[in-house]
């Protein structure tokens, strides 16, 4: 009964390179969010997915950031011509329900931009 | 509005003692969720508790209790018997209803970093 999964769990890009982010949700979990925590910040939502379709990506920067959840394989977020203030851990979460159900977070990918 | 105030920064104590996590939140919503998070530091963040504005009911779970009070806008956590393995950051979040602009996303507080010494 694997949890949620993510991928690489460490990421260090150079300025003005992409950065992808994997997250694979728990078994029979349809819904996806990705956070992020950036030192003295705390947790902030980005995004929300569900398959095939961004429900809520009022959190994430409107340049730069694009996430999706294909029909097959995991959800991705990806960050293009990363600059240092991108530098943060990124988590996924998922859930079986829509309704304020329990999310359950991946470990996270700790971006380092150099 | 909703937002989560979380207003201790860092709590130290010493094992064995009991300590109380506050959480405030404040939400115009009748129906939403509230749920408590543990990030050790080794950095994942693990799962607590949920409850729905419904069901003031305290919990327990062993060493772990939740007191929740609508009256106050309080979701309270209480470690009793601290130990070392309590050490951690640890996080009030909040949730509404999936209508209009509230998906379901958590608004976290900014979280709690209680050290157990030993």
């Known amino acids: 009964n694997a949890g949620v999964m993510q991928n690489p769990r460490h990421l260090v890009r150079r300025r003005g390179q992409e950065a992808r982010l994997r997250c694979s949700p728990m078994?029979?979990?349809?819904?996806v969010y990705w956070y992020r925590q950036l030192p003295e910040e705390g947790l902030k939502f980005m995004v929300y997915l569900q398959k095939e379709n961004i429900i809520d990506e009022s959190g994430m920067p409107k340049e730069r950031f694009s996430a999706e959840f294909p029909k097959e394989g995991p959800s991705i977020l990806r960050i293009q011509q990363v600059v240092r203030g991108d530098s943060a851990a990124y988590f996924c979460?998922?859930?079986?329900?829509?309704?304020?159900?329990?999310?359950?977070f991946g470990p996270g990918t700790r971006l380092t931009v150099t | 509005a909703q937002k989560v105030t979380q207003a201790q920064t860092e709590i130290s104590v010493v094992e064995k003692e009991d300590v109380t996590l506050d959480c405030v939140y404040e939400?115009?919503?009748?129906?939403?969720?509230l749920f408590w998070y543990k990030q050790p530091p080794s950095g994942e963040l693990v799962f607590l508790i949920r409850r729905n504005s419904f069901d003031e009911q305290n919990e327990i779970s062993g060493r772990y209790s939740w007191n929740f009070q609508k009256s106050t806008s309080s979701f309270n956590f209480t470690i009793t018997a601290s130990q070392v393995v309590d050490s951690a950051v640890y996080f009030c979040a909040l949730s509404g209803p999936n209508y209009g602009g509230s998906q379901g996303n958590l608004i976290f507080g900014k979280g709690t970093k209680l050290s157990v010494k030993p």
């Open positions: 078994k029979g979990h349809s819904h």
């Open positions: 979460a998922s859930s079986l329900f829509r309704d304020g159900s329990e999310q359950y």
């Open positions: 939400t115009r919503d009748t129906t939403y969720y």
